[in-house]
């Protein structure tokens, strides 16, 4: 859940991060298909940013595909850690995803 227990994320094997009202109504997908940005694989992992982040409307995902995205809750990508572009990543698959405080992507080191 949200912080404000409003949405739900999922994640799953069809490579996609759903965002959730409480009533089950999907209201956005991400989706590699749709616009190149998202998983290549299932989706192991997701995590909304808790309440004592910068900015408490983030989801970080984690999936088969070796990356960790960290989204926004428009289903916008502002961030992919990749070991295909860096080196320096995951060698296999993320199986778990967590924000560690403080946290904010203007200070990621």
Same mark, same amino acid.
């Given at each position: &859940? $949200? /912080? =404000?227990? *409003?949405?739900?994320?999922?994640?799953? !094997? +069809?490579?996609?991060? @759903?965002?959730?009202? %409480?009533? #089950?109504?999907?209201?956005?997908?991400?989706?590699?298909?749709?616009?190149?940005?998202?998983?290549?694989?299932?989706?192991?992992?997701?995590?909304?940013?808790?309440? &004592? $982040? /910068? =900015?408490? *409307?983030?989801?970080?995902?984690?999936? !088969? +595909?070796?990356?960790? @995205?960290?989204?926004? %809750?428009? #289903?916008?990508?502002?961030?992919?850690?990749?070991?295909?572009?860096?080196?320096?990543?995951?060698?296999?698959?993320?199986?778990?995803?967590?924000?560690?405080?403080? &946290? $904010? /992507? =203007?200070? *990621?080191?």
């Amino acid at each position: &859940f $949200s /912080v =404000d227990n *409003r949405q739900i994320v999922s994640g799953s !094997r +069809d490579k996609t991060v @759903k965002l959730w009202n %409480t009533l #089950g109504e999907c209201k956005y997908t991400i989706d590699s298909a749709a616009d190149g940005e998202g998983h290549t694989e299932w989706v192991s992992c997701v995590r909304f940013s808790p309440p &004592f $982040s /910068v =900015d408490n *409307r983030q989801i970080v995902s984690g999936s !088969r +595909d070796k990356t960790v @995205k960290l989204w926004n %809750t428009l #289903g916008e990508c502002k961030y992919t850690i990749d070991s295909a572009a860096d080196g320096e990543g995951h060698t296999e698959w993320v199986s778990c995803v967590r924000f560690s405080p403080p &946290f $904010s /992507v =203007d200070n *990621r080191q």
